[in-house]
């Protein structure tokens, strides 16, 4: 993508996937506060793209539209709410992060779950029950030893 592209709002909702509707719904929230009309028609440029991609990550983390708005109006307001957007990120980040490892959790445990039933169906489920963690291969142990904690 050359940086004096412009693309069409149809173009844009192929390329990331979103129906028209949002992107339309974007621009009247002011989520684009430099997007370009010609003869009525919306002009997306890179800004907009990166406004997107800016828009998709805190979406993604957890964050709500009048929240990514209120981003957006501190971008607008320059370099004097850096510490303000620096604190959304690193608070985002932290949901991220917890979630993660919550995800981690859930996953150590489908692995230990899905390795039981493996070595139940091999050796039988008494036998398989009565290993002891050290016994269980290493990666299956500490995915148990993980999802025990």
Not at 99 to 122: F, H, P
Request: hydrophobic share 30%; with cysteine; charged share 30%.
């Amino acid at each position: 993508m050359s940086s004096n592209s412009t693309y069409t709002i149809g173009q844009v909702s192929e390329m990331w996937g979103l129906p028209i509707s949002t992107l339309r719904y974007y621009d009247k929230e002011g989520l684009f506060p430099n997007l370009e009309r010609k003869s009525g028609i919306r002009k997306f440029t890179e800004t907009e793209l990166e406004t997107l991609r800016v828009i998709d990550c805190l979406k993604k983390s957890g964050l709500e539209i009048k929240d990514i708005k209120r981003f957006m109006d501190l971008c607008a307001q320059g370099s004097e709410t850096y510490m303000e957007r620096k604190t959304l990120f690193e608070n985002q980040k932290r949901a991220v992060e917890e979630e993660i490892a919550r995800l981690q959790s859930t996953l150590d445990m489908l692995n230990y779950k899905c390795w039981y039933y493996e070595s139940a169906m091999a050796i039988g489920e008494e036998a398989t029950k009565a290993l002891n963690p050290e016994d269980m291969p290493e990666t299956v142990r500490q995915a148990y030893e993980r999802s025990h904690e």
